[in-house]
């Protein structure tokens, strides 16, 4: 690298469980993106969930925050697993604080069905074949955030309570993000809600309603969250933009993940507010397969790609992440959760010499 590089401070935060697998791929495809693009990749390493609590810390150390807040984009792999479940503090509150801190309140899920790879999803392949859908989940409110929550009482009168919690600001905010990722698609939004029951879904259907109106020229329609989870899997290429609250989007994204037929292959970005943009992976730490090098990695090296677009500018290098991603798929270097005996590392070096050949 010469001294006039551009450097790109990535804060990257591995985490447990496959977290600091997929990362570790994750990081090796972005340099390998980078190679000669006038960029230098400075990544540091910071410790949260179960791994900062394992360190006597809390899951989100004030350095690991202070860190992410002054890095140019965050990546995070997973948290969480079932050594810290029954702890007084879950390493998944550390995720959530990482979150609302740097006011990351839109998350963009992009399920794609890549071709070739129909045949790999639970599903026929005529009905997922073409399946693209954004989702953009409202992160930082609703039921994840609202107060009061907490348990009270002991057994056997114990009690239990979450507020879901809706401001017509949040519900705008990420509407409009979701009118704007339309745009530069095919200007269909559908927003999900459960308004034929909850007070916050019929604040959030008036207004989309009312965001919907300020832009004439895209088409919205509105499902209740029920009837769209059977649509999701009986007509996936019905939908283009999906807007949701937090813990609807939480929940439909898992299950778009049978459209691929892996969770292993979706990847996320969060943003929106002051602070920089969090990439992750959509799975988390998969207890039932860490630590044996297999865990897929695409996921993970999708949301890099999102990275280039999104806090670098470069959709050129973003394409070719995605191309190398699909030439990686076409070659049949898989891992076993996509019917192939591969390991992360495989594939990992797999996408980062297809980038390379690029070069
Ligand atoms: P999970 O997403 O970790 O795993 C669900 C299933 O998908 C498992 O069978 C797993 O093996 C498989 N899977 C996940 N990622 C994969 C990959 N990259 N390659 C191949 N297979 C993969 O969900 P879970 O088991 O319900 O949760 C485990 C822990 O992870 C919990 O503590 C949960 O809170 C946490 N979690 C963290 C995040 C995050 O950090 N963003 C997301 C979801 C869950
Ligand atoms: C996700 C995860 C998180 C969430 C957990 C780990 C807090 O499931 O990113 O989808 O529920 O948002
Ligand atoms: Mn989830």
């Not at 019929?202 to 009837?227: F, I, K, T």
């Not at 798929?329 to 005996?341: A, F, Q």
Request: hydrophobic share 45%; with cysteine; aromatic share 4%.
């Amino acid at each position: 690298m010469t001294s006039t590089a551009r450097r790109f401070r990535l804060a990257v935060l591995p985490g447990d469980g496959v977290g600091p697998e997929v990362t570790g791929a994750a990081v090796d495809v972005l340099a390998a993106a980078l190679a000669g693009s006038g960029l230098e990749l400075e990544p540091t390493y910071h410790p949260i969930g179960g791994a900062a609590i394992d360190q006597g810390m809390e899951p989100l150390p004030p350095a690991t925050l202070k860190a992410a807040s002054q890095a140019d984009a965050v990546f995070l792999g997973a948290v969480g697993g079932p050594r810290w479940d029954s702890g007084p503090v879950r390493p998944e509150a550390g995720l959530l604080q990482l979150r609302r801190q740097l006011g990351a309140f839109a998350n963009v899920r992009p399920v794609r069905v890549l071709a070739g790879l129909e045949e790999l999803s639970p599903l026929r392949p005529e009905r997922v074949r073409g399946a693209d859908i954004l989702f953009v989940r409202e992160l930082t409110g609703g039921a994840y955030f609202g107060r009061p929550q907490g348990q009270a009482g002991a057994a056997p009168s114990r009690r239990a309570v979450d507020t879901t919690e809706y401001s017509e600001k949040e519900i705008t905010r990420v509407l409009e993000v979701a009118f704007r990722m339309a745009g530069e698609r095919s200007r269909r939004v559908t927003s999900v809600d459960k308004a034929n029951v909850l007070a916050t879904s019929r604040l959030w259907r008036e207004v989309a309603v009312e965001v919907g109106r300020r832009h004439p020229e895209y088409q919205l329609e509105h499902c209740l969250v029920d009837s769209f989870a059977l649509r999701l899997l009986l007509r996936p290429t019905d939908f283009d933009v999906v807007v949701t609250e937090n813990l609807f989007g939480d929940i439909l994204t898992d299950e778009a993940a049978a459209l691929p037929g892996t969770l292993g292959m979706l990847p996320s970005a969060s943003g929106g507010g002051e602070g920089p943009w969090l990439f992750e992976p959509v799975h988390g730490s998969a207890p039932d397969i860490a630590g044996r090098g297999i865990a897929n990695p695409l996921g993970a090296i999708l949301a890099v790609s999102m990275l280039l677009r999104l806090s670098l500018g470069r959709p050129d290098l973003a394409v070719a992440v995605e191309e190398a991603v699909a030439g990686a798929v076409r070659d049949r270097c898989l891992t076993p959760d996509l019917g192939g005996s591969a390991s992360t590392s495989e594939v990992a070096e797999r996408v980062a010499g297809r980038l390379a050949v690029r070069l």
